[in-house]
């Protein structure tokens, strides 16, 4: 198991913010207890068990996959989490707005893979800095469990070419990949485990392979984003995090009481669909997440 990142009372040191910026990424980062983890990894899966067959709009796996935070408790007390904030902090700042969360879980002994990709190609916001995505383990996550692989230094290129695949063997959207040729050399292997997080840029270069364990590899992701990039045209759907939203042009929307309330649910919906059209634009299939 990797030794954590030595954080200074909770908050990072000057020293691997640095280090965050000149690697495009930061881990492994110790957030919280690990029993605190395995408890939000119980909760989560009952609440597979409990919803799965509740009658649910869409499937239950849309919601745990898209805007989490919007229907599900869990979800936002995570993304909200003090340990993880703290961090968070020392690469954004103190006023820290959700632009999404999600659990983004493979199965054991599965073959599904995520390709080489950087976040903020279909996002409609840009080559921004001010977007950074924490990735908090809620299980080992382990090159043999299908860790995530990051490419160092790659945040300081643009955004590339893409590739839609829609291959049902990759977990993105659209099956997106990043139109070069990454060296096996050149990936580093992102482990972390339960109670430990990893940041990375929206630029990073990162994917991961299959998982061929026998636990489910299981984790909280969220995408945190400074105020002062939200969009100046278009809707913005945030939830505040911390501070303030110094830039005013965000909507800020409430954090959900309960699972799956029917308010919560109707604004998941409009706001999914918004959303949709600018992570399918140009799109040449409408299936998967955001169809």
Known sequence: MLSSLMLDNGALPRSLARQYWDDGYLFPL???APAEARRMR???EAIERDWLDAGLPLPLNTYKRINANIVMPLAHRIATHKGVLDAVEGVLGPDILIFSAEFFIKEPRTTQVV???QDLTYWGLG???GLVTAWIALSPATPASGCMDFVRGSHKQAILPHEDTYDDNNLLSRGQEVRVDVDEADKV???IHPGQMSLHHGLTIHGSGPNTSDDRRIAAVVR????????AEGKTDVMLA???DTSGRASLIPPPAANFEPDAVERYDAIRKEQAKVMMEGAKNDTG???
């Open 127 to 129: 080559a921004i800095d």
């Open 189 to 191: 292997n992102i482990e």
């Open 224 to 231: 945190y984003m400074r105020p002062d990039v939200v969009p």
């Open 115 to 117: 390709s080489m990709h």
């Open 242 to 244: 911390r501070g303030s």
């Open 30 to 32: 110790p957030v919280m």
């Open 289 to 291: 997440l955001y169809a």
């Open 42 to 44: 119980a909760e989560l």
